[in-house]
């Protein structure tokens, strides 16, 4: 996802060429597939799969409780993310938010318990632009996960900064839910819920456990549920309807925040060719997530 660049006076020519400097800009990080997250989500799904242990094949999507970022207190900012600057670019916008992604799989290479890995990122873009809402900073990030037998999985990150809402400002228009849903689930994200996914990312962000910050400081009207959360579960209805299926392609887009406390029902159809449509649909019935995922 690249957009259009469109610099403005917020963030003008050379402050753009400056975030654009970390364009480039990789960084290597190495861990251990171990048992005890793997055990940890699935109780956090509801889940009521066998214990893993050495050799268990680690569910898609499931690799986002490994290579967490390990910043010192000292070097947290306010919003509870690490200070801007490091290996991410330092966008001065105030909201960040997981947009989306696209990975791939290799097949014949999962990821298992036991499992020695690396993960190689990589700054691919940084663009901006000027929306309805104000500015906009979109940072893509490409991922490159292998273990000892070689690359495992490929994923591209994106990453959208934006500036805070001006006192007043009607919400952007939301998009109906799809219909024609083949399978559904439906359940009602909590505090305890999205404390449990923030502890298991070390998710420091206070958007999702901090209720005052996230209503007072950021204005939103509850706690936000995480948007690899939310495409965690639409992987898991997948793997709900599909026992035993295992995936070559996922792609998701975020388009509406999910607040606790409301209901919240991911819903799935197959299309040809071992191809799924995945969506999720918020307590009023607008779509909050569109996906799309391929079946080995």
Known sequence: MTPPTNPSPGIDAAALAGLQAWQGRSETLADQISAAPVRALAATLDRNDPAPEPGTRVPELWHWLYFLPHHRQSEIGPDGHAKRGGFLPPVPLPRRMWAGGRLNWETGNPLVVGDAVERRSTIASVSHKTGRSGELVFVLVRHEVRNARGL???????????????????????????????????????????????????????????????????????????????????????RREKPGASLARFEFRALRPVFDGT??????????????????????????????????
């Open 263 to 296: 209901r919240l029902r991911v819903h799935g159809r197959p299309e040809a060719d071992k191809h799924f449509s995945l969506w999720a649909e918020d307590a009023n019935g607008w779509l909050a997530m569109q996906a799309s995922a391929a079946l080995a």
């Open 152 to 238: 495992a999985l490929t994923e591209e990150h994106d990453i959208v900064y934006r500036a805070a809402p001006a006192p007043g400002e009607a919400p952007a228009a939301p998009t109906p839910t799809l219909k024609d849903a083949a399978f559904s689930r439906e359940l009602t994200p909590d505090d305890v819920l999205l404390f449990r996914y923030s502890a298991l990312t070390f998710n420091g962000h206070r958007i999702h456990y901090d209720r005052r910050y996230v209503t007072e400081v950021e204005g939103y009207p509850g706690l936000i549920v995480h948007g690899p959360l939310i495409a965690t579960l639409l992987v898991d209805l997948l």
